[in-house]
């Protein structure tokens, strides 16, 4: 492995210009992915936060008794697609009520709990089953109305909204996907441009290592090996001026969306979230190296 190791470093400085340009549209590409790969998991936080974010509110009769709200609330707290299940009582609905109208105290003093129904609030895991658990919890007896916070056009627009939601959501996933697609078709294009230039520069020296009796694999290991070095110091400078530009921009970004977590909260995740995407694009990277490599080797071959 040090022979072809050296000899590939040898096809590299023997056409630098070359290899630079290789180098520069790999690192071009995966910076570009790494980006990609941010924004992917940004979307799907903020969608996931906006998705779990809706509250449905059930507001209860009066007549309502402790051991009925009890038995709902249970209920509603072992369905495994409902979450933060929380009563609220007339007072604790006054006191929301007053801290909304804290610019004009006057409202607060006008009324009393007695006006205000007890609650239930809860928010969904998945926002196509909103409509579903609404419809289950109006059916309780101890139920007066039910509403829900996303819906700001009244209940009959819930469908809607949460049919909107989910395109945004779809269209995110599946446009991310496509986008990180066509730049992992456009490396192994690029990587599979530059190999057969190089290999077409080589060809009376491939020529000569035949006549002398070498193997296949003693030729081709360094072409290999080149692809990878291209692919590696792609990979290596892409994601570290990426993750630079990211570490730059993040207190700028987490202030702007304040409570959504659209990146990690803390250092270390940001790094595990880049460590993880250093090690996919280092895999993809190989693969891309392999397969640029020798497709440009059978090519030479067949031109041959």
């Known amino acids: 492995m040090n022979i072809h190791f050296k000899t590939a470093l040898d096809y590299i400085r023997r056409s630098p210009f070359q290899a630079l340009a290789a180098s520069f549209v790999l690192t071009l590409t995966f910076f570009v992915a790494t980006l990609v790969s941010v924004l992917v998991y940004s979307s799907s936080k903020l969608i996931t936060y906006f998705e779990t974010r809706p509250q449905v509110i059930a507001f209860l009769k009066d007549a309502a008794t402790d051991t009925d709200i009890a038995n709902l609330q249970h209920s509603l707290e072992d369905n495994p697609k409902i979450q933060n299940v929380k009563y609220v009582s007339k007072e604790e609905a006054l006191s929301i009520y007053k801290k909304a109208t804290s610019d004009n105290p006057l409202l607060g003093q006008l009324v009393s709990p007695s006006i205000f129904p007890a609650s239930l609030e809860f928010s969904v895991t998945d ?5 579903t658990a609404i419809d289950s919890v109006k059916s309780e007896s101890i139920v007066d109305s039910v509403g829900f916070t996303a819906a700001l056009g009244g209940e009959s627009s819930l469908n809607d909204v949460v049919a909107r ?9 599946v446009g991310g996907a496509i986008f990180v697609g066509l730049l992992a078709i456009s ?19 491939v020529e000569i290592l035949n006549l002398i009796g070498a ?7 360094p072409i290999i090996i080149e692809a990878f070095i291209y692919t590696a110091f792609g990979v290596l400078i892409g994601w570290a001026i990426s993750f630079i530009a990211v570490l ?6 987490v202030s702007y ?3 959504i977590p659209i990146l990690p909260g803390s250092a270390l995740g940001i790094f595990e979230l880049f460590g993880i995407i250093f090690v996919g694009e280092l895999i993809i990277g190989l693969v891309l190296a392999l397969s640029g490599s ?6 030479v071959k067949k031109v041959r």
């Open 127 to 131: 926002l196509s089953y909103a409509q």
């Open 294 to 299: 020798l497709l440009a080797i059978s090519r």
């Open 187 to 205: 490396s192994l294009v690029v990587l599979f441009t530059i190999i057969s230039m190089r290999m077409v520069g080589r060809k009376e020296e």
């Open 248 to 253: 730059y921009l993040a207190p700028t970004v």
């Open 215 to 221: 193997t296949q694999n003693f030729i081709r290991s």
């Open 165 to 173: 939601l989910r395109t945004i959501t779809t269209y995110v996933k």
């Open 257 to 259: 969306f304040g409570e």
